[in-house]
């Protein structure tokens, strides 16, 4: 469940590999692809793995196909199935498949009875015609950078390193333009067609609920039973979703301290501006002089992994801010390892220093597609300092998340790509939407925005911390969720839940 922003926090440097197309001469017309069937082996245990074919463009199929990997978990009880329900964790990034192999873990026994749980990586994510950018080396490097520049050789520094990963990405990412969450909904309708169902039914969190949105927008008539979790409202500028977001973690990270200022192992003093002063002093010493591991000299957390390990914290109010209060406690003392390892558990990193997957390299090129900030240099310099003055401690490390963007291609237009960010209504079955009132990576208020967009829908507040909503311990939710999965049946209004 991914920060659909976060992931380009910081710019990226070299090389970028080729993605594989694989031509499909038979496939001539969408028909084709939504006819094929799908080859399904056996794979992890418990489940079904196949490979999609997609067109790489919709508008000229002769270009070739992309694989796009399916895993597929069967509905437990044949005599209850609906159909399939296909995910979404979030991203852009996140590997559809990964989250699908936790389904046993994801989901109620009678929900797995009733459907087969379907996951997919988006076209240029994890096995589906991967995005490969960096080595793992350069990913250490990339996500350590300085990613705040406070002067202007700095910025200059961080402009030219922007135009470098641009230009390795035009040189080397064949088909660079067709990464799009709008294609990316198109390939979902032809996944919904292959696996042989009439309407998608979709879970979709963070990122996933734009996925999910786009899709509707596209396909109204073909949705089922699709909740929402953890929204993006498409209709907010990308200037004003970076602020939104950056103001978001901020929220977090003042609960966070209030929280912290009640407990006994609380690190910091219970004043919050004391302690908002502490933190923003080791962040400070960290630019200068990184925080070493205790027993290695190989890596240091920067101030740009000491902010992503607590914007990682940050997603959850649970396991998340106790480890939080433990990498303070740690930095205090001279040492970064926690927040080193908070920072690797939000990038994929393992401890054998491999990346577990292309989450970063994806991202980039995803969200640049999506939401394409052309604004200047000039421009992005003038309004750091509103980020700075929204969200003092956090927002300086957002201001400048679409500096790459800036020299990545457009995606190509056809009839239905979006010229605008504006989608004014959608008509389909009735859907839920699920907000979460502190939820510091997709704020509230788009989940709100959303609501408004889709005719049709249901919004379920949940008064907590965290991201997203469903699967976290709140029975109004997760009743409200399940009901409607197994009845199509939503609430009558909208509701309030707590954990």
């Not at 192992?265 to 400070?284: G, V």
């Not at 090129?365 to 309004?383: K, N, T, Y």
């Not at 919004?459 to 909503?469: E, F, K, R």
Request: net charge negative; glycine share 8%.
């Amino acid at each position: 469940m991914r920060n659909k922003k976060l992931s380009i926090l910081l710019a990226g440097l070299f090389l970028l590999t080729s993605c594989s197309s694989n031509p499909a001469a038979s496939y001539t017309t969408i028909q084709d692809f939504n006819n094929q069937v799908l080859k399904w082996s056996s794979c992890e245990e418990d489940f079904e793995c196949a490979k999609l074919l997609v067109p790489i463009d919709y508008t000229d199929f002769k270009t070739g196909t992309f694989k796009i990997s399916v895993v597929k978990y069967l509905a437990q009880d044949k005599r209850k199935r609906i159909g399939s329900l296909v995910l979404n964790p979030g991203g852009p990034g996140g590997s559809g498949v990964d989250y699908a192999l936790s389904a046993p873990f994801l989901f109620d026994p009678e929900i797995l009875d009733s459907y087969d749980i379907v996951g997919f990586d988006p076209r240029g994510v994890g096995e589906s015609a991967p995005i490969r950018c960096l080595n793992d080396e350069q990913t250490d490097e990339n996500y350590a950078s300085d990613s705040k520049p406070d002067n202007a050789e700095e910025l200059a520094l961080q402009i030219q390193s922007s135009k470098d990963f641009a230009d390795a990405c035009k040189e080397k990412v064949k088909n660079l333009s067709h990464y799009s969450s709008a294609e990316t909904a198109r390939d979902m309708d032809i996944l919904r067609a292959a696996l042989g169902d009439k309407k998608l039914n979709y879970v979709g969190k963070s990122y996933g609920t734009y996925l999910g949105t786009l899709y509707a927008q596209f396909f109204p008539e073909r949705v089922g039973r699709m909740i929402l979790d953890g929204a993006i409202d498409p209709n907010v500028p990308v200037l004003e979703q970076d602020i939104a977001q950056a103001v978001g973690f901020e929220k977090a990270l003042s609960s966070f301290l209030q929280n912290c200022a009640t407990l006994a192992d609380c690190p910091l003093p219970k004043d919050e501006t004391e302690a908002r002063a502490e933190l923003k002093t080791i962040i400070e010493k960290a630019a200068v002089d990184p925080l070493p591991m205790k027993n290695s000299n190989k890596r240091v957390a920067t101030e740009s992994l000491i902010v992503l390990g607590m914007a990682s914290a940050l997603y959850e109010d649970s396991f998340g801010w106790k480890q939080l209060r433990k990498a303070i406690a740690q930095a205090k003392e001279g040492v970064g390892e926690l927040f080193i390892g908070l920072a690797d558990m939000y990038a994929d990193r393992g401890p054998d220093g491999k990346y577990i997957s292309n989450q970063l390299d994806s991202g980039i090129v995803i969200d640049c597609l999506d939401w394409h900030d052309l604004r200047s240099e000039e421009e992005m310099q003038a309004d750091a300092a509103l980020f700075a003055e929204r969200a003092p401690l956090l927002g300086p490390y957002l201001a400048y998340s679409g500096m790459t963007c800036k020299y990545l291609p457009l995606p190509k237009k056809d009839a239905l790509t979006r010229e605008t960010n504006m989608i004014k209504s959608i008509d389909t079955t009735p859907i839920i939407i699920v907000g979460t009132l502190r939820d510091p990576a997709t704020p509230y208020q788009w989940s709100v925005g959303l609501h408004k967009v889709f005719k049709n829908s249901v919004l379920v507040s949940l008064d907590a911390d965290g991201h997203t909503g469903e699967g976290r311990g709140s029975k109004c939710v997760d009743h409200a969720t399940n009901k409607y999965l197994l009845t199509g049946i939503t609430p009558q209004e909208n509701i309030s839940c707590t954990l």
